[in-house]
């Protein structure tokens, strides 16, 4: 199965400036914690190793790689921590990290059900057997599970990092496979 995660460049926030000036940079720091992307890192760049910040990140859901630089300075990585859920598979899906690479993508996110459910199906209808079908939705498809191994096909699927976006794989099959 294709890894669809993307790397996302990590914000970098510089207080070195505010702290030789004698300020607080800790609006500053959550500012920018605010702004970040789902899933995005921040690396923060300081005169001193922020020992009291890796409390404040990891309650706020990071973990930290610290490490010294040039001049006694310090550089400091937060990454989210890893939500990736579980990927769910259909009870006859053999390796799913070994299917092809998908024939078809699709981004349901914004649409209402079931239009999602009916374009994933009228897709799969429209591929060879073995082919595999990627789409994007906003909630997870439970009615499409049945409905997918009902017609002889396989399915592998899970939420994405943010927890805001479903994606599923469907191995086009034909019934009784």
Do not use: C
Not at 38 to 64: E, S, Y
Not at 134 to 163: C, I, M, Y
């Amino acid at each position: 199965m294709p890894d669809i995660s993307r790397e996302i460049t990590p914000a970098v926030l510089d207080v070195r400036p505010v702290l030789r000036n004698g300020g607080e940079p800790f609006q500053a720091i959550m500012q920018a914690v605010q702004d970040l992307l789902p899933g995005q890192a921040l690396k923060l760049i300081a005169t001193f190793r922020p020992q009291p910040l890796f409390n404040v990140m990891a309650n706020r859901g990071f973990d930290h790689e610290a490490r010294e630089i040039e001049g006694g300075d310090w550089e400091v990585l937060f990454t989210p921590q890893s939500a990736v859920a579980a990927v769910e598979t259909s009870p006859d899906a053999d390796n799913p990290e070994t299917w092809p690479e998908p024939s078809r993508y699709l981004d349901l996110a914004q649409l209402d059900p079931p239009e999602p459910m009916v374009r994933i199906l009228t897709a799969v209808e429209e591929l060879a057997e073995g082919e595999v079908v990627f789409a994007l939705l906003s909630r997870e498809p439970v009615f499409l599970f049945p409905e997918l191994t009902k017609r002889g096909h396989r399915w592998a699927g899970n939420f994405d990092a943010s927890g805001a976006s479903y994606r599923i794989f469907v191995r086009v099959g034909r019934p009784g496979n």
